[in-house]
């Protein structure tokens, strides 16, 4: 498997905010209220993976106190990293394209609040899309003595 690039993130961010963007435009007075929810669940998931993240190096690595890992549990870490990096960066991208679109229309009350919301919720899939990139990291084989020179 091999690392995810930031540049496929970031394009796939553009690409889903123009097109959430071009959808939101003729329909969003149907749409319903974004739920605030998904910001404080979206933060825990990007502090459990940077943690697991923190700690699969450390174990990686052999430091004191720390148990050896399991190959297979990390090839599994680092499928949910790459995993969590692509769904997050398409989730940022759709609340990116709404936000876009309600910054348009902030002397309304609802779309300020829903533009608030969006950019809190872009925020925080873009920290799990970092949170992602460290686990992935950490999940890679360190080098050897001899590689190293």
Same mark, same amino acid.
């Given at each position: 498997?091999?690392?995810?690039?930031?540049?496929?993130?970031?394009?796939?961010?553009?690409?889903?905010?123009?097109?959430?963007?071009?959808?939101?435009?003729?329909?969003? *007075?149907?749409?319903? #209220?974004?739920?605030?929810? %998904?910001?404080? @669940? $979206?933060? &825990? !998931?990007?502090?459990?993976?940077?943690?697991?993240?923190?700690?699969?190096?450390?174990?990686?690595?052999?430091?004191?106190?720390?148990?050896?890992?399991?190959?297979?549990?990390?090839?599994?870490?680092?499928?949910?990293?790459?995993?969590?990096?692509?769904?997050?960066? *398409?989730?940022?991208? #759709?609340?990116?394209?709404? %936000?876009?679109? @309600? $910054?348009? &229309? !902030?002397?309304?009350?609802?779309?300020?609040?829903?533009?608030?919301?969006?950019?809190?919720?872009?925020?925080?899939?873009?920290?799990?899309?970092?949170?992602?990139?460290?686990?992935?990291?950490?999940?890679?084989?360190?080098?050897?003595?001899?590689?190293?020179?």
């Amino acid at each position: 498997m091999k690392p995810t690039r930031p540049a496929i993130l970031v394009g796939i961010v553009v690409v889903v905010a123009l097109l959430t963007l071009l959808v939101v435009r003729p329909i969003y *007075a149907d749409l319903p #209220v974004i739920p605030w929810t %998904a910001i404080p @669940t $979206v933060l &825990l !998931l990007a502090i459990g993976e940077a943690y697991t993240g923190w700690m699969t190096k450390a174990r990686i690595d052999r430091k004191p106190d720390t148990e050896p890992v399991e190959p297979l549990a990390v090839a599994r870490l680092a499928a949910l990293a790459k995993a969590s990096a692509y769904a997050g960066a *398409a989730f940022a991208g #759709v609340f990116a394209g709404f %936000a876009l679109h @309600t $910054v348009q &229309l !902030l002397t309304r009350e609802t779309p300020r609040g829903e533009f608030f919301i969006a950019t809190a919720s872009f925020a925080a899939f873009v920290a799990l899309i970092g949170a992602a990139l460290y686990l992935e990291h950490s999940c890679r084989i360190p080098k050897s003595p001899e590689e190293k020179t």
